[in-house]
């Protein structure tokens, strides 16, 4: 029933399951000054047996309000162009979107064979199997770094994920956007992500249970006899945070598709070129300050 595996933990490099966090209604808090760490936005938890029954956001048809980056935009779509570059562009133009918006962008996204990092993730079994997983933005493996293939090959969604992430939380550091439709994570940890980051979920559709379980040493809830007690937290808008190197899990879920954006840190990027670094920052994404010690 718990999203746990049956051998070990699997520290999963970049994709989040973050589907569930600290929730926060506003943005990011600062960090204490000097330490160089983010902080984590306070949480709020829900009684235990009661996950099943919980929903997300309300029924009404919530609105994300869009920043772009400041500087030139890219040249418009033509004709013949990918329909979620078409609509990214126009939603990036307007300043803002809905739901309605996310669900065609999620449902059209191309599809993305899993990669090694991600075999501790299967999907809900809820909605007949259609997982979907995109991603832009930096991405770090095994020394290397550099710029995901679908930053510039979609660059309109690109900004339209970075615009969601800087209109909710402008001083969120990410350098990586992943969108997860129907997604559900064993426990992990995030290792492959930068250690004074944290991870910002933002709900992208409405959906009822799917909480993040987050190991916590206060916590009353456990996944099973070995995980150690955890907090329940239900992903609701604006955003929630967790630090990625907790372990955590997702729940199962229903009542409708689970969509969840996750902006995320990748750890090593100070091996990034520094053309590489500027298409990140022109794209809307928000580097932490690297040094050849950061990790």
């Given at each position: 029933?718990?999203?746990?595996?049956?051998?070990?933990?699997?520290?999963?490099?970049?994709?989040?399951?973050?589907?569930?966090?600290?929730?926060?209604?506003?943005?990011?808090?600062e960090?204490?000054?000097?330490?160089?760490?983010?902080?984590?936005?306070?949480?709020?938890?829900?009684?235990?047996?009661?996950?099943?029954?919980?929903?997300?956001?309300?029924?009404?048809?919530?609105?994300?309000?869009?920043?772009?980056?400041?500087?030139?935009?890219?040249?418009?779509?033509?004709?013949?162009?990918?329909?979620i570059?078409?609509?990214?562009?126009?939603?990036?133009?307007?300043?803002?979107?809905?739901?309605?918006?996310?669900?065609?962008?999620?449902?059209?996204?191309?599809?993305?064979?899993?990669?090694?990092?991600?075999?501790?993730?299967?999907?809900?079994?809820?909605?007949?199997?259609?997982?979907?997983?995109?991603?832009?933005?930096?991405?770090?493996?095994?020394?290397?770094?550099?710029?995901?293939?679908?930053?510039?090959?979609?660059?309109?969604?690109?900004?339209?994920?970075?615009?969601?992430?800087?209109?909710?939380?402008?001083?969120?550091?990410?350098s990586?956007?992943?969108?997860?439709?129907?997604?559900?994570?064993?426990?992990?940890?995030?290792?492959?992500?930068?250690?004074?980051?944290?991870?910002?979920?933002m709900?992208?559709?409405?959906?009822?249970?799917?909480?993040?379980?987050?190991?916590?040493?206060?916590?009353s809830?456990?996944?099973?006899?070995?995980?150690?007690?955890?907090?329940?937290?239900?992903?609701?808008?604006?955003?929630?945070?967790?630090?990625?190197?907790?372990?955590?899990?997702?729940?199962?879920?229903?009542?409708?598709?689970?969509i969840?954006?996750?902006?995320?840190?990748?750890?090593?990027?100070?091996?990034?070129?520094?053309?590489?670094?500027?298409?990140?920052?022109?794209?809307?994404?928000?580097?932490?300050?690297?040094?050849?010690?950061?990790?």
């Open positions: 029933m718990f999203p746990r595996r049956p051998d070990h933990e699997h520290d999963v490099e970049s994709e989040v399951d973050l589907s569930d966090d600290e929730r926060s209604t506003a943005p990011v808090n960090p204490h000054a000097g330490s160089g760490v983010a902080a984590v936005a306070p949480f709020a938890t829900l009684p235990q047996g009661e996950w099943g029954d919980i929903w997300n956001m309300d029924q009404t048809d919530h609105r994300y309000t869009l920043r772009l980056p400041a500087g030139a935009l890219p040249s418009l779509p033509d004709a013949g162009a990918p329909s570059e078409l609509l990214a562009s126009v939603v990036c133009q307007r300043g803002w979107c809905n739901l309605s918006h996310l669900a065609y962008l999620s449902d059209n996204i191309p599809l993305q064979r899993s990669a090694k990092r991600r075999r501790s993730s299967t999907c809900s079994g809820t909605v007949e199997g259609h997982q979907r997983v995109f991603s832009v933005g930096a991405y770090s493996v095994g020394g290397c770094c550099g710029v995901q293939t679908n930053t510039r090959t979609f660059p309109w969604t690109t900004r339209w994920l970075c615009a969601m992430v800087s209109g909710a939380a402008p001083s969120h550091h990410f990586s956007c992943t969108l997860l439709k129907d997604v559900m994570h064993f426990l992990h940890r995030d290792g492959g992500n930068d250690a004074r980051s944290v991870n910002l979920l709900p992208c559709s409405r959906w009822r249970g799917g909480q993040i379980w987050i190991a916590d040493e206060a916590g809830v456990h996944l099973d006899t070995t995980s150690g007690p955890g907090r329940l937290v239900t992903i609701s808008p604006p955003f929630v945070t967790i630090r990625p190197r907790l372990p955590h899990a997702t729940f199962p879920w229903g009542g409708g598709s689970r969840l954006l996750v902006a995320h840190h990748v750890n090593g990027l100070h091996r990034l070129s520094a053309t590489d670094a500027a298409t990140l920052t022109d794209a809307g994404f928000n580097l932490l300050q690297q040094t050849s010690g950061d990790a």
